[in-house]
């Protein structure tokens, strides 16, 4: 059975930080494309973060860009989402979620539509 599972989340005040985990069992990452995409209470999910399956190439969305980094450890089958300098706006449930692309090795996406499998999310609190 192909799993997401998030973790790292939590409650943290403004300007701190929070490091988030997304672990695959039941495939491997190699050639998935992973997005970060997060739904605040109200709105539309939004993509966040991407990486390639290569990891050599990510995207990010403009309102994260400068405090958010993406990366990839394919060895441990894991995805992080480093979040820095918290705005009470990045307060959402976030979700990973990984895209197939067989030979892609540097295609990234923030489009929901272009992902195939999703994590149960995980819920980050940005408040004083």
């Known amino acids: 059975q192909l799993q997401l599972v998030e973790s790292g989340g939590g409650l943290v005040q403004p300007g701190g930080s929070l490091r988030l985990s997304c672990a695959a069992s039941g495939f491997t990452l190699d050639h998935y494309v992973i997005g970060w995409f997060r739904q605040a209470p109200g709105k539309e999910r939004e993509g966040v973060a991407c990486?390639?399956?290569?990891?050599?190439?990510?995207d990010y969305a403009d309102s994260v860009k400068g405090r958010f980094t993406i990366s990839r450890d394919n060895d441990k089958n894991t995805v992080y989402l480093q979040m820095n300098s918290l705005k009470p706006e990045d307060e959402a449930v976030y979700y990973c979620?990984?895209?197939?692309?067989?030979?892609?090795?540097?295609?990234?996406?923030?489009?929901?539509?272009?992902?195939?499998?999703w994590g149960q999310g995980s819920h980050d609190t940005v408040s004083s």
């Open positions: 990486i390639s399956s290569s990891g050599g190439r990510t």
């Open positions: 979620a990984a895209a197939y692309y067989s030979s892609r090795w540097h295609y990234t996406s923030l489009r929901v539509v272009e992902y195939d499998y």
